[in-house]
């Protein structure tokens, strides 16, 4: 199936659309970082799905694609979430820093686990992407240099 099958796909079973209109955009440039990401315009409940096809970090793109449509789905919820936390810490201070942190990474952690329940239970493509993994410590590199307790 290809990227434009896939999107349409899980923007339905998502129920993405039609309440939303959003596009699939491939993005061809090299030096982009990412493997997926979105603009949107809530607003207008609009948006646009970026995907690399230049030299994306995933091997299951059908996975990257679920995964960003998850975070249009919990949209809401994500601008709540920040609004509470701009409003509540002073800028730059440490709470407002660890709040962020951990928002963020419950968000992720969230979304990534949506994503694989779906994609496990839905999916053309059920294997997961490993390719973050690469870049990231053995667990003996996380222990180097830490003296043993005793």
């Known amino acids: 199936m290809n990227m434009e099958a896939l999107f349409d796909k899980w923007c339905k079973k998502l129920r993405i659309s039609p309440q939303w209109d959003v ?31 230049s030299n994306p970090k995933q091997e299951n793109m059908e996975e990257v694609i ?3 449509l998850m975070h249009i789905k919990m949209y809401p919820l994500d601008q709540v979430c920040e609004s509470l936390i701009t409003s509540t810490f002073e ?3 440490p709470a407002r820093n660890f709040a962020y942190s ?3 990474s419950n968000l992720e952690a969230t979304v990534e686990e949506m994503t694989k329940c779906f994609l496990l239970e839905f999916g053309e493509n059920k294997e997961l992407s490993y390719g973050r993994c690469r870049l990231m410590k053995s667990f003996d590199e996380l222990y180097d ?5 005793e």
């Open 102 to 104: 951990q928002f963020f």
């Open 23 to 53: 596009k699939l955009e491939l993005v061809q440039d090299p030096a982009w970082r990412k493997t997926g990401d979105f603009k949107i315009d809530p607003d207008d409940r609009k948006a646009v799905l970026l995907l690399n096809a």
């Open 66 to 68: 679920v995964h960003e």
């Open 145 to 149: 240099g830490l003296q043993k307790i």
């Open 91 to 93: 800028e730059d201070s």
